[in-house]
């Protein structure tokens, strides 16, 4: 059984159990996972940085690494301030639409069938999106099956439904 620690505990190189997965091996290194520095095996050694050898060692690569997990931070951040950056007024003076639009559940191969309706029906995805008055990201998220992912409501699934004349939900 695996043990979640920061780096505190034993072991060393001379063999004992992964602090990530659990499994036990003569080859432990340290590596930063998700900011918790552990002693794990090869495997799960890819899934962060290492940060010293299988002596159990070293300092040098410490900062380094510190350094880079905040460079991801960073970028993340920034990547999230980008994704919310531009107009919300609407959300500001209206608020989530959410409870009163929920997305209902929805057949496995919605977004394969909203494709095909619309290349039946002779529209292009922007074509479709301007004749209903939608969202053209709206819709290509739908046509990936990432209707949940890009919080789309049920109006726009109900509405695709009667434009295109195909079912979509799942009741």
């Not at 091996?25 to 590596?31: I, W």
């Not at 951040?77 to 003076?93: N, P, V």
């Not at 191969?109 to 990201?137: C, H, K, P, T, W």
Request: hydrophobic share 30%; charged share 30%; aromatic share 4%.
């Amino acid at each position: 059984m695996p043990k979640y620690s920061t780096g505190g505990a034993g072991g060393g190189g001379d063999g004992g159990t992964c602090e990530l997965c659990g499994s036990a091996t003569e080859d432990l290194r340290t590596a930063t996972v998700e900011g918790a520095t552990l002693s794990v095996c090869a495997d799960c050694a890819s899934l962060g940085e290492e940060t010293g050898g299988s002596e159990g060692g070293g300092g040098g690569g410490g900062g380094s690494s510190e350094d880079n997990r905040r460079k991801r931070a960073a970028q993340n951040t920034a990547r999230a301030i980008d994704a919310t950056t531009g107009d919300s007024s609407h959300w500001e003076e209206h608020g989530t639409n959410y409870d009163r639009d929920q997305l209902p559940y929805l057949v496995q191969d919605y977004g394969e069938r909203v494709v095909r309706a619309r290349q039946d029906a002779g529209f292009q995805r922007e074509e479709l999106a301007a004749e209903m008055d939608i969202s053209e990201n709206d819709l290509l998220a739908v046509e990936q099956g990432r209707a949940t992912e890009a919080s789309v409501g049920g109006s726009l699934i109900r509405a695709l439904e009667a434009e295109l004349d195909i079912e979509l939900v799942d009741e």
